[in-house]
């Protein structure tokens, strides 16, 4: 314990934006029960709140983190914000962000064009967890979704892959560092479920392998909007289709 205090007394700008970090989660685990009981109660465009208060938490606490970084005599390119590495790890960042792109890409395609893929889609979605808080319903909520999902492209690679590794590793090697900032990832969407966590393993994988190899946060940033964005193209095509599946369903059988 006396090492912490003196640890917070030698760093106060750090631990005051992983005070803030700890808020936001402890904010959000307080509230989350109330917010998904408004949902089911509320009617037409009810997420559209929801999201407009995530977007304005996720940029206020990433302004504030930066701000407390920089105050604190460090760097944005400490966090992976300038510069990157130099060779084979950078294009090999660049291009894992690429291929994961590709594939978004082509699900929406897939996702468009064959009934089959929608009818597996829907089943990966029912087994993906709660997605009531963030899955969009309504045309304004599909619009409105899209800019939360570039919020968190930005925002959560800034804060849980820039800043919380960098911190992590001033502590331990950066590989567990990674690994401990991963976990913190993780538990961050506890609002999804056991297996909604486990759904977003892998990606949550992609992203730190291609922050630790590129040594820049620009192209994780990047895939994690594209996933994200396509994620809620993916939302969007399978409800859109929803009925048509269904009757072309019933007339095969």
């Known amino acids: 314990m006396t090492g912490i205090i003196e640890w917070i007394g030698s760093e106060p700008f750090i631990s005051a934006a992983l005070a803030a970090l700890a808020l936001f989660f402890l904010t959000n685990w307080w509230r989350e029960g109330r917010i998904k009981a408004q949902l089911s109660a509320a009617g037409h465009n009810a997420r559209l709140p929801v999201y407009n208060a995530l977007m304005v938490q996720l940029w206020g606490l990433t302004a504030l983190t930066l701000a407390l970084w920089l105050v604190s005599g460090r760097s944005l390119a400490e966090i992976g914000l300038l510069g990157m590495e130099d060779g084979w790890r950078s294009w090999t960042g660049w291009g894992l962000a690429l291929a994961g792109c590709t594939y978004m890409l082509w699900l929406l395609v897939q996702a468009a064009r064959s009934r089959k893929a929608r009818i597996e889609l829907r089943r990966q979605i029912g087994d993906s967890g709660d997605l009531d808080m963030i899955r969009p319903e309504t045309s304004a909520e599909y619009r409105r979704f899209n800019w939360v999902a570039i919020t968190a ?8 892959r820039g800043f919380l590794i960098a911190v992590f590793a001033l502590w331990m090697p950066v590989w567990v560092a990674a690994i401990a ?3 913190v990832f993780i538990a961050g969407h506890s609002y999804q479920g056991p297996s909604g966590m486990l759904r977003i393993l892998p990606i ?3 992203l730190t392998l291609v922050y630790l190899l590129s040594g820049s946060l620009w ?3 990047v895939l994690h909007a594209v996933v994200d964005l396509a994620g809620g193209g993916l939302f969007r095509i399978t409800a859109h289709y929803e009925n048509r599946d269904a009757e072309a369903g019933t007339a095969q059988a």
């Open 153 to 160: 492209g930005v925002t959560e690679e800034i804060l849980f």
């Open 219 to 221: 192209p994780g940033i």
């Open 204 to 206: 949550s994988v992609i």
């Open 181 to 183: 900032a991963l976990a």
